[in-house]
Structure formats: C-alpha cells, structure tokens
C-alpha cells in the first residue's frame, strides 16, 4: 500500500514568518493530495488540495506544491498567525478509495 | 447544519466488554469511513463503506466490525475490546467515493480499554 512520510513532527515559528511542511508518497498512482488542518479537540478539516495534473495551488496564504516525478509535495503557509497553530496532516489518493495520511506536524506559531 | 456526529465522544471500557461508536451524516453523502489516530501513526483507515450494505477493509480492520443499513449512520463495533484498541477515533463522510470528494470528519471519540 501507500506510504506517505511527513516531516518535521513539530515546528515553532514566530508570528509572520513562513511555514513549510514536506510530504513523500510511495505510489505512483496517487492522484489527489489534500492537506487537513487538525485543531485541538475537533476533527481533521481540509484546508487545500492539489489534483496530479497541477504543480502548485494557492488559497491566500496557503500553497500547495507538487512533484510528481519526485513524488513530494510540500504545504506552505505565509505571515503565519497565532490561528495557525495546530496539526497539519497531508494525504495522497489514488485509485484505491482510501485515502492515505502522513503522520502529521504539529505548528506552534508563536506571537 | 451540515455535519458528522459521533458518540459517545469520550469512553473508558474494559477488556471484552462489547461496545458500539455511532457515527451519522446529515449531507446525503454515499460514502463513509472510520479512521483511527495514533500518536506518531497519523490516521489509518479501518473500514469503509461505499453505500448502504458496501462495506469494506481498510488497512486497520483486525477487532473491529461495521454495517451500513442506512445512508445515514455507520457504527463501528467493538465486539471484545482490547487495550492496544486505545485509540482516537473519527467517522468521515463524502459525497461519493470519488477520488476528488472531500472528506468531512466528525469531533472524534476518545476510547480508552482498560
């Protein structure tokens, strides 16, 4: 089955300063590659995805990038904020329809 | 309000004591799942459900069952729990199976098998 490492586990960033947040799949037959967003207490909730056809997305100070041929794909958030501390997790999807999670990052913005 | 429901959302159990995790959807959606958090694992799929009566394996399946009578609601069933069943657990919905759908996930259930 898939594999998806995550990395780091956990990373502290001033306020305003940029985050990165790194994911390798095993499977080349990944197509779909969310992100979720994990806060203290709730669920995981989809925050950005990327389709296997596109290198990069972006959604305000969020952006997605992907490499297929490198099979990474990487989540960055800009002019972080204290509401962006939490869990991050990034999943890949092929043609199975399980979707497959990396182990998470844990954020801490710090104001 | 369009959401996933879980209960109980916190329980403390015995070993072999059966118990039952509801999980319902209010958005229609044809497809379910059951995931379960670990620290240091991320969420790993336990069984699926692509409609009413299809269900299916994920990769964590072993001590648990599910059933899918109606669209709305899929339980996971814990015939005789055990402590490595300690764990976070979270229902999730979706449209379709579809590769694209975006999975909506439900507050969580904290167990805990004594």
């Known amino acids: 089955g898939e594999n998806v490492e995550q990395h780091p586990s956990t990373l502290s960033v001033q306020e305003g300063d940029s985050a990165v947040i790194k994911c390798t799949y095993s499977?080349?037959?990944?197509?779909?590659f969310p992100w979720y967003k994990q806060e203290l207490g709730k669920g995981p909730q989809l925050i950005i995805d990327?389709?296997?056809?596109?290198g990069e997305k972006k959604d305000q100070r969020i952006a997605v990038t992907l490499n297929k041929t490198a099979k990474h794909f990487s989540l960055h958030i800009t002019e972080t904020q204290p509401e962006d501390s939490a869990v991050y997790f990034c999943?890949?999807?092929?043609?199975?329809?399980?979707?497959?999670f990396g182990t998470g990052t844990r954020l801490t913005v710090i104001p | 309000e369009a959401q996933v429901t879980q209960n109980p959302r916190y329980l403390i159990t015995v070993t072999g004591k059966k118990l039952t995790v509801t999980c319902s959807q209010n958005?229609?959606?044809?497809?379910m799942s059951w995931y379960r958090q670990d620290p240091g694992l991320g969420l790993r799929q336990i069984y699926y459900?692509?409609?009413?009566?299809?269900?299916d394996k994920g990769d964590v399946p072993e001590g648990y069952k599910v059933s899918r009578k109606e669209k709305r609601n899929f339980p996971l069933i814990l015939e005789s729990p055990s402590p490595n069943q300690t764990s976070l657990y979270f229902c999730?919905?979706?449209?379709?199976?579809?590769?694209?759908?975006?999975?909506?996930f439900g507050p969580g259930t904290r167990l805990t098998v004594l």
């Open positions: 999730a919905s979706s449209l379709t199976g579809g590769i694209f759908n975006e999975q909506f």
């Open positions: 990327i389709r296997s056809n596109v």
């Open positions: 499977d080349s037959a990944s197509n779909y």
């Open positions: 958005m229609n959606h044809e497809y």
């Open positions: 459900s692509m409609n009413v009566e299809v269900t």
């Open positions: 999943a890949t999807k092929g043609v199975a329809n399980n979707l497959f």
